[in-house]
């Protein structure tokens, strides 16, 4: 029985892979969730107290955080101000561009039904890891200020 539907619109999943829709709900979830947390940034001014709490980390010990200054970063990034943004955590843009580009080609990787070929190599993981290490060591050494929040 033919569906009527050149071959080229026919279904795109073959037997036992779900459905184009059902693919992408995972990346749409996360989409409208980051797009939720984006537009919260974007109207709350994290540089006014009482908005968010302060950072635990910072509140326990005195320490900068990886994460210090980055919901103020991401509030200066939506308004604009780039010189803002890398003042408040310089790392956070660049690994705003990265999950970009990793969502955008996981999303495509999904819309077409491939299966993942590969993962990050260790050696890529590892240097992460170390990069994530040496800049919360060194956003607090002392005089510094150029890698601090503030």
Do not use: K
Not at 29 to 39: E, K, M, N, P, R
Not at 75 to 101: C, K, Q, S, T, W
Request: some cysteine.
């Amino acid at each position: 029985m033919t569906t009527g539907l050149p071959a080229s619109s026919a279904a795109s999943t073959t037997p036992g892979q779900p459905s184009r829709g059902r693919r992408l709900l995972e990346p749409g979830l996360w989409l409208a969730g980051a797009s939720v947390w984006f537009t919260a940034l974007y109207v709350v001014d994290p540089n006014e107290p009482g908005h968010f709490p302060t950072c635990p980390f910072l509140w326990l010990t005195g320490f900068y955080c990886p994460g210090c200054g980055s919901m103020r970063c991401t509030h200066d990034l939506l308004h604009g101000d780039l010189a803002g943004a890398f003042a408040r955590n310089p790392v956070l843009p660049i690994v705003y561009v990265a999950l970009a580009i990793g969502f955008t080609r996981w999303t495509i990787r999904l819309w077409r039904g491939l299966p993942r070929t590969h993962l990050a190599p260790p050696w890529r993981i590892q240097a992460i890891a170390w990069a994530y290490v040496a800049f919360f060591v060194l956003r607090n050494v002392p005089g510094w200020t150029w890698l601090s929040p503030a």
